[in-house]
Nanobody, 118 residues
Framework: QVQLVESGGGLVQFGGSLRLSCAAS????????MRWYRQGPGKERELVAEITSIGGNTNYADSVKGRFTISRDNVKKMVSLQMNSLKPEDTAVYYC???????????WGQGTQVTVSS
């Protein structure tokens, strides 16, 4: 059974930090590119950060560059998102996403709420 389980969300003040984690199971984690998406109130879901399966190359949305860092541990089958200097506009439900490099299979987590107060 495939599972992506996010944790680490919560309420934080402007300028604060949070670390999101996503624990994966049920598929070959090391062969999947991993992404974090978010969906704010009244907004479309957007890609925040991604990290490739091999080499760990990363890309970020312009809105989070320099503040967020994505990382992965292929042994523990986890992907994390370190979020610093948080702003109210970062308030959203954050989703973990996996996409198979070869299979193109896509999996989603259930999401974790991040709320940044001003």
């Amino acid at each position: 059974q495939v599972q992506l389980v996010e944790s680490g969300g919560g309420l934080v003040q402007f300028g604060g930090s949070l670390r999101l984690s996503c624990a994966a199971s049920g598929f070959t984690f090391s062969t999947y590119d991993m992404r974090w998406y978010r969906q704010g109130p009244g907004k479309e879901r957007e890609l925040v950060a991604e990290i490739t399966s091999i080499g760990g190359n990363t890309n970020y949305a312009d809105s989070v560059k320099g503040r967020f860092t994505i990382s992965r541990d292929n042994v523990k089958k986890m992907v994390s998102l370190q979020m610093n200097s948080l702003k109210p506009e970062d308030t959203a439900v954050y989703y973990c996403n996996a996409r198979g490099v070869i299979t193109k299979q896509v999996y989603w987590g259930q999401g974790t709420q991040v709320t940044v107060s001003s």
